[in-house]
């Protein structure tokens, strides 16, 4: 875990609160490279499947030519939905390094099933709540702003 | 739930298959018109997310200019993914019809669970195994061709 990839996801969830989306980012860094990053775009795009994780992954595959995004660690600012939790596994990523837990444990708990091994896919490695301050002001200020808007 | 859906899914299904890709089907269905109909793409796309469902639901979502796909059901050859199923469900897809459960429990396990009403989502339908020989056929060449190429 390398707190600079934090640094760049919050960018990344910086732009979609620029362009009023759940602020979300996600960054993936394979050797210690940043391959891809992308943010929330799901009302921009008229689309549930725009968030930033999904974007990312697309990014990383398209980027290796390639499903398999093996050796590849994911940085996100909130805790994954179920859809994109699996889709980082089934993407084979390595690690899931989340900034915040999700205020819903049943996403808790459904995430962390899928990132157990299964017959195809190994386990993912999952750490959360490691950039909490940053991750609730950043979501709390797009609340308010939504609320007073 | 209609099985003239199920033949199109199928429909899709088999193109799968032409291009060596696991055959999978899907189609969205609105007000009794089909909206969307996509297949399994992911070695060809060489990105995970490349499902039938994602893709489906993307093109639908395209063309209602809106990511809620209420009032809209999905048919499926084969039970979805968590990926998939949390997609369905955030797109707010009413009905998940499924021509074959999946033959890993801890599969059906978690996506039972995404489809539960949620703080953010309701229920979403699920229905499965309603055209279970045509679902194992198409499966089963499938494999044995790859087995035997």
């Known amino acids: 875990m390398n707190q600079k990839y934090f640094d760049i996801a919050f960018q990344m969830a910086e732009k979609a609160f620029e362009i009023d989306e759940v602020p979300i980012g996600a960054v993936i860094v394979l050797n210690d490279q940043v391959i891809a990053k992308a943010y929330n775009h799901k009302e921009k795009d008229g689309c549930c499947t725009s968030h930033a994780e999904i974007l990312a992954i697309q990014k990383a595959s398209k980027k290796l030519d ?4 093996e050796d590849c660690d994911i940085y996100v600012t909130l805790d ?16 899931v390094f989340s900034a915040l837990s999700n205020s819903d444990s049943d996403n808790t708990d459904i995430i962390v099933k899928i990132f157990q091994k299964d017959r ?20 709390n200020s797009f609340f308010e702003k939504q609320r007073n808007s």
Chains 1, 2 share one sequence.
């Open 66 to 69: 390639n499903w398999r995004l």
């Open 80 to 95: 994954p939905c179920p859809m994109c939790a699996s889709a980082i596994k089934q993407a084979r990523i390595g690690h």
């Open 120 to 139: 195809v896919n190994p386990e993912v490695f999952f750490q959360s709540n490691l950039a909490v301050d940053k991750s609730k002001k950043i979501l």
